[in-house]
């Protein structure tokens, strides 16, 4: 989103450093003309303009500065949040790689023989289904994102979708997981009626691959991530070695 650092980091430096009407102003100016060179939609352009809006009282200075500086931590917030988004986006794929480290630190790892979980207790620990990945990849991303929910309904109009975990309105995840007898092409109509129905920009398709279906997982990452223009696929595939 933000690809200009410097060009942003100085904005940022003119809204702190504004105390008053005019500098405030221009502060934010700059801050929508930054936003419109790099192309961000009007939405976001709007919802600056929205936070940076307040009352001017013509009977006193002291009302107007302290609903200014309102204003400013308003915009302020707003800007810290885009950028959180900005950095979540690009981190998120790389925590979802790293997904299996987890599971190979809590169960493959013999635990301490001085503490109170037993190797046999981890063994009966297996991944069967899809709702034991789902179960098991909430934990691990839930410390990282607090606001994550599982089994989210959204009315599409013409039906019902569930997100298996949404991390916000514009990025969801849903896993997938290969069993027996399960076909390469089953698993491909489910992830292109996927990409299709979830109205989320950002769609992270987690496939644990348990039965191993897919043979050349680069051509496949690379052929489904561009698949659909308008909206960003991610594809995260993981194929075990002993769940």
Do not use: W
């Not at 979980?117 to 607090?146: C, R, S």
Request: hydrophobic share 35%.
């Amino acid at each position: 989103m933000f690809d200009d650092t410097t060009c942003l980091q100085e904005a940022i430096k003119k809204l702190e450093q504004a105390q008053d009407s005019y500098s405030f102003q221009t502060a934010v100016n700059v801050l929508e003309n930054h936003m419109k060179e790099i192309g961000l939609d009007s939405l976001y352009l709007i919802g600056l303009k929205q936070r940076a809006y307040y009352f001017q009282n013509d009977y006193s200075d002291k009302d107007t500065k302290s609903k200014m500086m309102e204003a400013k931590m308003r915009v302020m917030q707003y800007i810290n949040e885009m950028i959180n988004t900005d950095r979540s986006e690009n981190l998120l794929p790389n925590i979802l790689e790293n997904f299996y480290l987890f599971l190979e630190n809590l169960i493959e790892r013999i635990p301490h023989k001085r503490g109170g979980i037993q190797p046999k207790q981890l063994e009966g620990l297996k991944v069967k289904n899809e709702y034991d990945v789902q179960h098991l990849l909430y934990a691990f991303l839930k410390p990282l994102y607090p606001m994550a929910r599982t089994e989210v309904s959204e009315d599409t109009g013409y039906g019902t979708v569930r997100a298996d975990i949404l991390l916000d309105l514009e990025h969801t995840i849903e896993v997938k997981c290969t069993r027996k007898g399960m076909s390469l092409k089953k698993l491909i109509e489910e992830i292109e009626a996927d990409m299709i129905h979830y109205d989320a920009k950002n769609i992270y398709f987690f496939i644990y691959d348990k039965e191993k279906i897919i043979e050349n997982p680069a051509i496949f990452k690379k052929t489904y991530e561009n698949k659909i223009a308008e909206k960003q696929i991610h594809i995260i595939l993981h194929q075990p070695k002993l769940l």
